[in-house]
């Protein structure tokens, strides 16, 4: 029986970890949409036939001819880069990367971790190998020759390799197929088609949001190249909210350039880009801590016309931020209407975290009850569950410990005015 060295990689944390060969056998169950029937786990974690071995002097049954995946594991070393290229994977032909994706395929779902990762990991490393190697051809063998059951998953894993640098080709594809296997399949090439697009600049990443028709943006920082054109980017078709995970790369990288940016869409465009000042409030903290973000912060809003400056306030949105960070960009705004504006936004939106280390930071027990009144008369009338309104009041005016007679305004404000 001839034996097929199929390539095993264990991925933890997002690194492949590990490479070594394994046996496979070349037999395989005529009926593989029902899934994978030429080999099987055995109770101690490894690799066994389902097909009998007798007859044949090559197959054997000793511990050189069958590892479990921890023993193979143990033996692998690390690839400490993430998509690092395996010299063993590229030496593989196609028909081998195509054998080790269809083996990998029904191990993936394994009750042991170690050996879903590992089965994961070949899947990966085989479909990136073979679609650097192969481009189309690679999705036609699929299309074609995959067994039904499993033809969605290894067309998917392809396309996701195609979209970092064919866009366009996987854009058809994803339509070819979209039909029988619904849209969230086809959708899902979006973030790795736009996080390609980025890396080639603004303009592509622009051109490849409007060929999916998505307003998906790459989150990590690494996807924006060093020379990106954040402004290009902010002047484009995407709405504002859209900005938050470019904007903070921004100002992170350079806070100048980034609030000069920001400020030339809020004055050209009235109402839009007011909530990035948060965002932008984000990056520089990333890099300077929270009382030299927050007071450059303050200092930037005062360039703004008042009337745009107050509605920027109002806007920005302090929830992701950590209590530290909350308190200091409280106490850098100069007035109480300016930290009236800043903390209302969390309590309007029943964000708890946020609304209690904002109020705490006004360290004045008067303006924190005057704040949770003026947030409360906001909701008399509303459609939002009374109840819902009263346990989130509650449990704010206890944990900022106020005095019974501000406790009893505030929850009074939430009653319905007399007809």
Same mark, same amino acid.
């Given at each position: ?19 070594? @060969?394994?046996? !496979? ?13 030429? &080999? ?18 090559? @197959?054997? &049954? ?15 070393? *690390? ?62 063998? *699929?299309?074609?020759?995959?067994? *039904? ?34 849209? @969230? ?13 980025? %890396? ?6 622009? !051109? /490849? ?26 002047? %484009? ?20 350039? &980034?609030? &000069? ?18 965002h932008m409030f984000r990056g520089v903290l990333a890099m300077e801590g929270e009382e030299k973000a927050a007071g450059w912060t303050v200092e930037k809003l005062g360039e703004l016309d008042p009337q745009l400056r107050r509605r920027a306030i109002k806007d920005m949105s302090i929830d992701p931020l950590d209590t530290g960070a909350v308190a200091a960009l409280v106490r850098a705004f100069p007035t109480p209407q300016d930290k009236t504006d800043l903390v209302l936004e969390p309590l309007r939106n029943f964000l708890s975290a946020a609304s209690v280390a904002a ?14 009144? @003026? *947030? ?33 305004? /505030? ?9």
């Open positions: 029986m001839k034996i097929r060295p199929v390539i095993l990689l264990s991925a933890a944390a997002g690194c492949l970890m590990g490479y070594l @060969a394994m046996g !496979r056998l070349d037999t395989r169950a005529e009926d593989t949409t029902a899934g994978h029937r030429g &080999s099987r786990l055995t109770e101690s974690g490894g690799i066994a036939s389902t097909t009998s071995t007798r007859g044949n002097p090559r @197959a054997g &049954s000793g511990p050189e001819k069958r590892k479990t995946f921890a023993s193979l594991l143990k033996e692998a070393p *690390a690839i400490a880069e993430r998509n690092k290229p395996c010299r063993e994977v590229e030496s593989m032909p196609a028909s081998e990367l195509k054998a080790a994706l269809l083996d990998a395929f029904p191990l993936r779902k394994s009750l042991s971790t170690e050996e879903a990762e590992a089965a994961s990991a070949v899947f990966s490393a085989a479909a990136r190998e073979l679609w650097r190697r192969d481009g189309e051809k690679a999705l036609e063998w *699929a299309a074609a020759e995959a067994p *039904a059951g499993m033809r969605p998953e290894i067309l998917s894993e392809l396309l996701r390799e195609a979209a970092k640098d064919s866009p366009d080709l996987v854009k058809t594809w994803s339509d070819r197929f979209r039909g029988e296997y619904g849209n @969230a399949w086809a959708n899902r090439f979006e973030l790795p088609a736009v996080t390609g697009a980025a %890396g080639r600049g603004a303009e592509e990443l622009l !051109r /490849v949001c409007d060929l999916f028709s998505t307003r998906v943006l790459p989150a990590s920082a690494d996807s924006y190249p060093e020379d990106f054109d954040f402004r290009l980017l902010l002047t %484009g078709r995407l709405p504002a909210w859209n900005l938050q995970a470019p904007v903070i790369c921004w100002a992170a990288r350079d806070k100048e350039d &980034s609030w &000069s940016g920001v400020k030339d869409l809020m004055e050209s465009n009235p109402g839009k880009g007011v909530s990035l000042v948060g109020l705490k930071a006004l360290d004045s027990p008067q303006l924190q009850a005057e704040v949770m009144m @003026a *947030a409360a008369a906001e909701l008399r009338g509303s459609a939002t569950p009374v109840l819902r309104h009263r346990a989130f009041y509650r449990s704010t005016v206890e944990q900022l410990q106020l005095d019974p007679q501000s406790r009893e305004k /505030v929850m009074q404000m939430l009653k319905d005015p007399p007809d």
